[in-house]
């Protein structure tokens, strides 16, 4: 059984910084995409960001680019988001996601996934 465990989000200040972890079990993912979404309250959920199978390629929303990070450790079968100059609109709950298969996806649309964590809460206080 394929599971998404995701870890790391909390509570900081602006212009803070965390960083998300996500450990995949019950396949190894090192051959997929893998991205990370978020949800506000209300609103539908948005990407974050994505990486491809290796690692070399990487895409990112606009309203985060350049603030965050996201890799992955094919070995650990982990990938993890680096937030930095945390905003208060970035408050949300963040989701990992895999695809059910391998190669190329629209990376961008929820829809494109099969596999989600649970969610981990991030919220940035003003």
């Known amino acids: 059984q394929v599971q998404l465990v995701e870890s790391g989000g909390g509570s900081v200040q602006a212009g803070g910084s965390l960083r998300l972890s996500c450990a995949a079990s019950?396949?190894?993912?090192?051959?997929?995409?893998m991205g990370w979404f978020r949800q506000a309250p209300g609103k539908e959920r948005e990407f974050v960001a994505a990486?491809?199978?290796?690692?070399?390629?990487?895409y990112y929303a606009d309203s985060v680019k350049g603030r965050f990070t996201i890799s992955r450790d094919n070995a650990k079968n982990t990938e993890y988001l680096q937030m930095n100059s945390l905003k208060p609109e970035d408050t949300a709950v963040y989701y990992c996601a895999a695809p059910a298969r391998v190669g190329y996806i629209d990376y961008y649309r929820p829809s494109s996934y099969y596999y989600w964590g649970q969610g981990t809460q991030v919220t940035v206080s003003s």
């Open positions: 990486i491809s199978w290796s690692g070399g390629s990487t």
């Open positions: 019950g396949r190894t993912f090192s051959s997929y995409y």
